[in-house]
Nanobody, 125 residues
Framework: QLQLVESGGGSVQPGGSLRLSCTTS????????IGWFRQAPGKEREGVSC????????IYLDSVKGRFTISTDNAKNTVYLQMNSLKPEDTAVYYC??????????????????WGKGTLVTVSS
């Protein structure tokens, strides 16, 4: 069973930064794409960004372009989500998920096969 473990969430003031980590089993990144998704209270889960070997990187949300960056460290089996200039509307539980490829749209989170348990990000003054 493929395992994904998120870390790095927490509370931050508007304008602050956080870096989320998604650590996977060895060799996972050779075969699976990893996506970051988020779910705010009372809202549907939505795709943030996704990356995979030979696939490149996709950013699903216009609202995070220029602020969030997804990256991979294959030696550490880890995918990161660097979040800068955070806003209160970024408050959500952030999940990483794996699949053979990245969904075409961020709303297609049901296409992901494996999920982590999530990490909470709270942006508040």
């Amino acid at each position: 069973q493929l395992q994904l473990v998120e870390s790095g969430g927490g509370s931050v003031q508007p304008g602050g930064s956080l870096r989320l980590s998604c650590t996977t089993s060895e060799r996972t990144l050779d075969y699976y794409a990893i996506g970051w998704f988020r779910q705010a209270p009372g809202k549907e889960r939505e795709g943030v960004s996704c990356t995979g070997t030979g696939i490149g990187t996709t950013i699903y949300l216009d609202s995070v372009k220029g602020r969030f960056t997804i990256s991979t460290d294959n030696a550490k089996n880890t995918v990161y989500l660097q979040m800068n200039s955070l806003k209160p509307e970024d408050t959500a539980v952030y999940y990483c998920a794996a699949a053979w490829g990245c969904p075409l749209y961020g709303s297609e989170y049901g296409d992901m096969d494996y999920w982590g348990k999530g990490t909470l990000v709270t942006v508040s003054s």
